[in-house]
């Protein structure tokens, strides 16, 4: 079965700090997508980046980049030069072919900048 | 370009009444999924539609219900709600059925059950 794992429920930053957010996945299916979303507390979902299983380099975009270590089947998102806008729910997601391509959700990680 | 829109943004209704959501992917995409995120937890998958087939799923009763129309939207139907029924309905919308295709999501329905 495929699982999404975010151990941390909250985190704290200082602005202008860079931040991680945890990530662990299992699944067996060799094709998957690995996916961030923001929901700030407005309730949007809000698609932030995404990396696949056979992509040879971590994906960037704008401040967000992916640190996928595939072995480890970890996919942490880093945030650089946090700032008080990113404050908000993430959550990290998983598709694949043997979940019918239905997003896989882990329980999200609260974050919170500090000025 | 439009992004998803779902309607009505805000509903409250009684227990056993029925509910009817409504979604309209963003023009071009074929593939809609449904989900339910109660308060304090990631979403749940409840349904997705490709090309107006049932393509999944997820673990809801039968009183919940989907289809998808030749245009591409969908509606989300719950019968006989329950108090437990209270949460924000996601909608989301992809160009296909592909593991590396993003969802985008509207801004939901938050349904609530008195």
């Known amino acids: 079965a495929q699982k999404i794992t975010q151990t941390q429920p909250g985190m704290f930053v200082q602005e202008k700090e860079a931040v991680t957010l945890d990530c662990t996945y299992d699944t067996s299916d060799p094709s998957y997508g690995l996916f961030w979303y923001k929901q700030p507390s407005s309730g949007e979902m809000i698609f932030l980046i995404y990396?696949?299983?056979?992509d040879q380099q971590n994906a960037t975009e704008g401040r967000y980049s992916l640190n996928f270590q595939k072995a480890r089947k970890s996919a942490n998102l880093v945030i650089s030069a946090s700032q008080l806008g990113d404050s908000a729910m993430y959550f990290c997601a998983m598709s694949a072919m043997d979940s019918n391509y239905q997003l896989i959700w882990g329980a999200g990680t609260k974050l919170i900048i500090k000025p | 370009d439009a992004g998803v829109t779902q309607s009505p943004t805000h509903l409250i209704k009684t227990r056993g009444q029925q509910v009817t959501l409504r979604c309209s992917p963003i023009?071009?995409?074929?593939?809609v999924s449904w989900y339910q995120q109660v308060l304090g937890q990631g979403p749940q998958f409840i349904f997705q539609?490709?090309?107006?087939?049932?393509?999944g799923r997820g673990n809801f009763p039968d009183r919940f219900s989907a289809r998808q129309f030749p245009n591409y939207s969908s509606e989300l139907n719950v019968n006989a709600l329950l108090l437990g029924d209270s949460a924000l309905y996601l909608c989301?919308?992809?160009?296909?059925?592909?593991?590396?295709?993003?969802?985008?999501f509207g801004d939901g329905t938050r349904l609530s059950i008195l």
């Open positions: 023009s071009g995409h074929k593939s």
């Open positions: 539609y490709y090309e107006k087939e049932e393509r």
């Open positions: 989301a919308s992809s160009r296909d059925q592909m593991f590396h295709q993003p969802q985008h």
């Open positions: 990396q696949g299983s056979y």
